[in-house]
């Protein structure tokens, strides 16, 4: 494993252990050359997929960026990281065993907001406002009538939230 810093070739393990939800083994790494730490991931992969963007663009599935997005949408939001770490773990695996290599990024937005769905009322709609590309007030709206079996508090704070937040 090549060092992120320096570049060097030689690193050795420091420590090596299962990640929480036992889906990875994370190892501490440490330069010889440069004494730089870092972490690298191992993780089971079933098989390798291929993202097809709106575009038509063909790219490798990247699990931290998919990671990096649903973080986004869980921002100071009350949500365990470890939460999102098994949702996303989950996702993963459904996506791997469908039996298809090529994956629509809608479908992989999908599965992120039936995900988000069951995690955090606001989260879905952030994630689902930037997936779907809202241009108009009613799509918020429609999107807000999904989620009908919240108690309303949750939409509530996010309504009061969009006029000042403007992280
Ligand atoms: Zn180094």
Known sequence: MRCPYCGGEETQVKDSRPTEDNTAIRRRRVCNTCAGRFTTFERVQLRE???????????????????????????????????????????????????????????????????????????YVRFASVYKNFREAKDFEALLGELSDSDGEGMASLSSRSANDDD
């Open 49 to 123: 997929l291929i993202v097809i963007k709106r575009n038509g663009r063909r790219v490798p599935f990247d699990r931290e960026k998919l990671m990096r997005s649903v973080s986004i949408a869980v921002r100071k939001r009350p949500v365990e990281p470890e939460r999102i770490e098994r949702m996303v773990s989950g996702i993963v695996r459904q996506l791997e065993s469908s039996g298809e290599s090529d994956i629509t990024a809608e479908t992989i937005g999908n599965h992120v907001m039936e995900g988000l769905k069951g995690v955090d009322d606001v989260a």
